[in-house]
């Protein structure tokens, strides 16, 4: 069935376009959109002309799997030009997304129409990319620069409803007549003939554009992109249409070659593909999740439950001292009061979420619970007990997670008769804002167990994925091999300030030495002040515990701003002396070497050992665990981009052992 089909209704000709999933403009769609507008424009019985969709959807996008291969079907700005100087009136009829290039092909309509659900956006910055096919140029001449430059630049798409209120749609058609109501405002539109949105004036204030830099600088930080959007729109404050194309034009293509929308994208079909489980079939039944227990009310335990609670699926929360439960349920509410008070919930949704949740002091309360997620102190006995204690308490069928960060799941799963039902749900902190979700498979943990916890981590908003088990699993198995040699370079005369750079130049949040502040320096400290065999301990023994106390590597102010500390360097610089390493200068590139080439290392590890199911998995959670830069596409991606070969000549000179399938690669 050809992708794009004609109706005529009297008078008006309706281009249909059913290109499932999001009819995105793949060159059949464009080709069968032209075919149409001709057949229209030289019939002379249709006065107006329809552009719809089927499915669910009307054009979500250009289609981003032909990005960088050979073109093919016509030329998509011959196509909207065509659209858009029409000699008969064209209305775009709008529902589901019109996103991207199609939001830009709904542009180029004369009117347009959309149902109150639809959302209207611009989210090519999201890709590293700027909406290519006029839309820098149109949507500034529809909505004013403002608008237009903030839609560009965020991309995040406006309901039809705000649509319709900044003209970018001219009217609201029925939820469920869209098909009627497009005929009759085509109909309606005969009289009043076409609109050229490229002879619109751009109307607004330049400086808006200045002000989103401001007040985006540090989101935007090492992004090209969104400036790249706003160069744009600029451009058509100033341009005439045409010289704003392609003005428009060159600045698409550039970042089109560039990494960092390479990575954006990788990054797209990557996060899209993490939820999908290797050799389980997509409609594996699965268990159902109406009733969280979790296990402990700490930090973790809590931010945890506020996933559910925000879903409306009930939790009842377990603690053994009274004291610590209501401290736990406390903060849950503070939490959420804090949202609302930004506006994110209204009071009432506040007390519904307060409402589903169930404190008690007893296990025995999750007796009924469809799925428990345990998150108590990091110790392999205290978690052993714990699931023996479910084992006997929890119905049957019902999943019994463990919220571990490294333990080992299968011994966990084996404190219990049913390791089947036993999966590792790992969260990162804070749990309620973090995306990524670890979840590990067992050597006993039943497919659908498998499938359940990963659709449970969709439906709270997270993007799961699938990892073995293995000492930290995918992310702190290889953040540990950042760390260590990050220790090794303070030993050989790096700072941790100079480390941390390098770090946060090349976009993470925050480098090794801020991290460890942030956890705490004192975390499994051995608490002996005059056993000092380690930096750690140094800083330990002199109270230094990170961002808690004020004092670790940095020393930081009442806004947990660091600087760096002189005590912290002289203990530093007293552990090293006895290390009888010489002391030297370490480049920006050494850094890069020993920190960040052995985690594209561990990678190679992972996958060889079954541990991670695909390369860009392992990017995934990096990404959305740990803050790598999304415009440098997770570790194995970026490990791409630096060579193979050039990562294990270093690696060999740094002394590392290099994983069989790297050096393959390379
Ligand atoms: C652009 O338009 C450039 C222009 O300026 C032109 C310049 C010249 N292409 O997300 P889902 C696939 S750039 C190809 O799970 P949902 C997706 O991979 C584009 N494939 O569904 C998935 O495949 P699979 C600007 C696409 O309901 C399946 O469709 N537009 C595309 O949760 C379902 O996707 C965008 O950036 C595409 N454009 O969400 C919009 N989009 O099943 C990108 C999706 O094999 N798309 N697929 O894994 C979205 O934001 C969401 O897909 C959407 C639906 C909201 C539409």
Redesign the pocket.
Known sequence: MSSVSTQVIDDILVVLVNNP??N??SWHVRQGIQDGMEKGLADPSIKAIVLRCEG??FI??????EFGKPAQGPD??AVLNMIEMAAKPVVGAIH??A????L?TAMVCHYRIAVPSAKLG???V??G?????G?TQRLPRIVGIEAAATMCSLGEPVAATKALAMGLVDRLAGEATLAEDAIIYARELIAVGPRATRDLPVQGDVDAIENLKTVNARKWKGFDAPYANLACVEAATRLPFEDGLKFERTE?LKLMGGSQSAAQRHM??AE??AA?IDGLPKDLPLRPVNAVGVIGAGTMGGGISMNFLAKGIPVTIVEMVQENLDRGVAVIRKNYEASAAKGRFTTEQVEGMMALLTPSLRLDALADCDLVIEAVYENMDVKKEVFGKLDKICKSGAILASNTSYLNVDEIAAATRRPQDVVGMHFFSPANVMKLLEVVRGDKTAPDVLATAMATGKKIGKVAVVAGVCDGFIGNRMLSKRQQPAMQLLLEGATPAQIDKVHTDFGMPMGPFQMSDLAGLDIGWHRDPARIESIRDGLCAAGRFGQKNGKGFYDYDEKRVGTPSAEALAIIEEFRATSNLPKRDISDQEIVERTLYPMVNEGYHILEEGKAQRASDIDVVWIYGYGWPIYRGGPMFWGDLEGAGKIVEALERHGVPVAASLKAKA
Not at 60 to 65: E, H, K, L, P, V
């Open positions: 999933p999001v995105a403009l669910s959807t979500a996008g250009a289609d981003i799997t998509f700005n589901g997304t996103l991207g290039g199609g830009e611009v989210p090519e999201k890709l990319l700027l909406p290519g096919a839309g698409f797209f079909f899209r593909q999908k």
